[in-house]
């Protein structure tokens, strides 16, 4: 039987839309070669939950959402369809639970309890909703907003006095160029004498170095005059001591010899010293030498006279010096 060229496309092009078909549900989850069992659960919002997302209990996936339905009859409530593996059995007081995934997908997790009676095929599912991420992130960011609010807030008052500082900045740049340029005409003025005053200031700078080479070697000759003045000081210093000292020896030697003398009792201070003959005679002219002088002062007529006409022989007075006496 020969099929014509037309057939034979015809019947390729329906056979690869069919495998594109199957092909696309499988990619979306859809798994034509085994049975589910469908269920159902009413959700208010179902967060950008969409056919083919998993359906998991403890971690593990069981089923797939077949459909979402908005009901604007029940007040656009959304009823969602689910597909649970037949070989999995739902109890009564199971649970499905909306959770958003960490990458931005949605799932419905199955809460379900250990013990309870089978629930029939075409039952509705009680749901809830998961905080997701987005809520998480919400409930831990809001304080960060406010430090972050209350952050902004300091860093305009900061700025708002950094527009200050650079006001009072700007007129401290504009006085420095004010004063720079005020500089530089001064500068430029007085150039010449500038350059004068450096030139002057080079060659005191070299008459200062050529001074310097000529006091060294004067300083040589002054510190070895110095050298030479301290020693003889030196010498002066302990020639004079020496000198003291032989003196004062010589001093001593005589004192010792003088009191030697004494103690034997020669010489006119040693015989006062010893002899008591000698001291007793010196005592006894001391007492006449005194009474003489005490009877001259009461008659001194007797001692000295003056007549024109002459005078009588008087009779001598007795001499105070006879009369001896004693201490």
Same mark, same amino acid.
């Given at each position: 039987m020969n099929i014509s060229r037309e057939a034979k496309?015809?019947? %390729?092009?329906?056979? @690869?839309?069919?495998?594109?078909?199957?092909?696309? #549900?499988f990619l979306k989850g859809s798994d034509w070669f085994s049975s589910t069992t469908r269920y159902y659960a009413l959700f208010d919002n179902v967060g950008g939950l969409q056919p083919s997302n998993a359906i998991k209990l403890n971690g593990v996936q069981v089923g797939r959402v077949n459909s979402t339905v908005l009901m604007q009859e029940r007040g656009n409530m959304v009823l969602v369809e689910l597909d649970i593996n037949n070989n999995i059995v739902l109890r009564q007081g199971v649970?499905?639970?909306?959770? =958003?995934?960490?990458?931005g997908g949605s799932a419905i997790i199955l809460q379900m309890p250990q013990t309870g009676n089978s629930l029939p095929e075409g039952d509705t599912? =009680? @749901?809830?909703?998961? *905080?997701?991420?987005?809520?998480l992130l919400q409930e831990k960011a809001l304080p960060v907003l406010q430090s972050v609010d209350s952050l902004a807030s300091s860093l305009n008052k900061v700025v708002k006095q950094f527009d200050k500082t650079g006001f009072a900045l700007n007129k401290l740049l504009a006085t420095a160029d004010q004063t720079a340029a005020g500089v530089n005409g001064?500068?430029?003025? #007085?150039?010449?004498?500038?350059?004068?005053?450096?030139? +002057? %200031?080079?060659?005191? *700078?070299?008459?200062l170095v050529e001074t310097e080479k000529g006091l060294k070697p004067l300083m040589g000759s002054m510190q070895?005059?110095?050298? +030479? %003045?301290?020693?003889?000081?030196?010498? %002066?210093?302990?020639l004079r001591l020496g000198q003291t000292l032989n003196q004062a020896n010589r001093a001593v030697t005589s004192l010792q010899q003088t009191l030697a003398k004494l103690e034997k009792g020669e010489g006119t201070a040693g015989k006062l010293l010893k002899d008591e003959t000698l001291y007793e005679n010196i005592n006894r002219t001391i007492v006449s030498v005194n009474k003489?002088?005490? +009877?001259? &002062?009461?008659?001194?007529? &007797?001692?000295? *006279?003056v007549s024109v006409f002459? &005078?009588?022989?008087?009779?001598?007075?007795?001499?105070?010096?006879?009369?001896? =006496?004693?201490?």
């Open positions: 496309v015809g019947l %390729l092009g329906v056979v @690869s839309l069919t495998m594109l078909y199957f092909g696309f #549900n649970k499905a639970v909306l959770s =958003s995934e960490l990458l599912i =009680s @749901s809830a909703k998961e *905080s997701g991420i987005q809520a001064v500068v430029a003025a #007085n150039s010449v004498s500038i350059a004068a005053t450096m030139a +002057n %200031l080079k060659l005191l *700078s070299a008459s070895a005059t110095m050298g +030479n %003045l301290q020693t003889t000081t030196d010498s %002066l210093k302990a003489l002088m005490t +009877n001259f &002062r009461q008659y001194p007529k &007797r001692y000295v *006279s002459g &005078r009588k022989d008087k009779g001598p007075a007795d001499s105070p010096a006879d009369t001896t =006496s004693k201490f």
